[in-house]
């Protein structure tokens, strides 16, 4: 199965300060178990937890960081145990405050993805068992 | 495959998480999110957020209570919205007896 995502997130992060706009273009793709690459407020990490339960690869990669914006994608294919989570990529932003709960009025966010890819064969729950 | 937020809620802010409440944007496969009432869950509320319906599932992970805000359609492919909206505390303190 070879399956891809795209992924666009502007997260407006409440009080924190806006960080000052920094663009990069096409960094060197992430491909091993556990990495990150980080961009402006932003930093994408890799997590294979699962990577031994089966057989593929992951890659993932900042496409452009802007203010609170990011872009990134990731690519993966695997095949093995269809109970076991294989890998994952999660981007967050670094410059957040944490704050008591009530302080925050609201959370924007805008998220815009695309997924393409075939042959998912998958079960289990998240985060208790397991997915793929 | 899934699409989601993962945001960690605790006591105090160096504190473990207490909470765990995601928002599942896309789901493909035959994927669950948590649930304390078997599966496929039975959605716990169904609020709208963004103009986005969603089925609220509920599970304990460890001591960690976890809500996933799971995208009717599966498919929310442009989303936007407030995560501190109304809905989705209104449904977390509504469903906080678990």
């Known amino acids: 199965m070879q399956l891809t995502t795209l992924l666009l997130v502007a997260a407006t992060a409440l009080a924190a300060p806006t960080p000052s706009a920094t ?23 890799t997590n294979g937890w ?52 009530s302080q925050y009025t609201s959370m924007p966010t805008t998220w815009d993805w695309s997924y393409t890819g075939t042959g998912l064969s998958c079960n289990g729950e998240l985060p208790y068992i397991s997915t793929c | 495959m899934i699409v989601a937020y993962d945001t960690f ?15 599942w944007l896309g789901l493909y496969g035959s994927v669950s999110p948590l649930s304390a009432n078997g599966y496929p869950f039975t959605p716990i509320a169904s609020p709208t957020i963004g103009g986005v319906a969603f089925d609220l599932a509920y599970g304990l ?38």
């Open chain 1, 23 to 45: 663009i990069e273009e096409r960094a060197t793709e992430q491909c091993g178990q556990y990495q990150s690459q980080s961009s402006g407020a932003y930093t994408l990490s």
């Open chain 1, 50 to 101: 699962g990577w031994s339960s089966g057989t593929g690869s992951q890659c993932s990669e900042i496409d452009s960081a802007s203010g609170n914006t990011i872009a990134w994608d990731t690519t993966w294919t695997w095949s093995g145990t269809t109970t076991q989570v294989k890998s994952y990529t999660n981007v967050q932003q670094n410059s957040y405050t944490k704050k008591q709960l």
């Open chain 2, 9 to 23: 809620v605790g006591i105090s802010a160096s504190g473990a998480n207490s909470f765990e409440v995601m928002v």
């Open chain 2, 61 to 98: 992970n460890g001591n960690v209570k976890v809500y996933s805000f799971v995208a009717h359609s599966h498919a929310a492919t442009a989303f936007s919205g407030d995560l501190v909206s109304s809905a989705v505390s209104s449904c977390i303190s509504s469903t906080s007896r678990h």
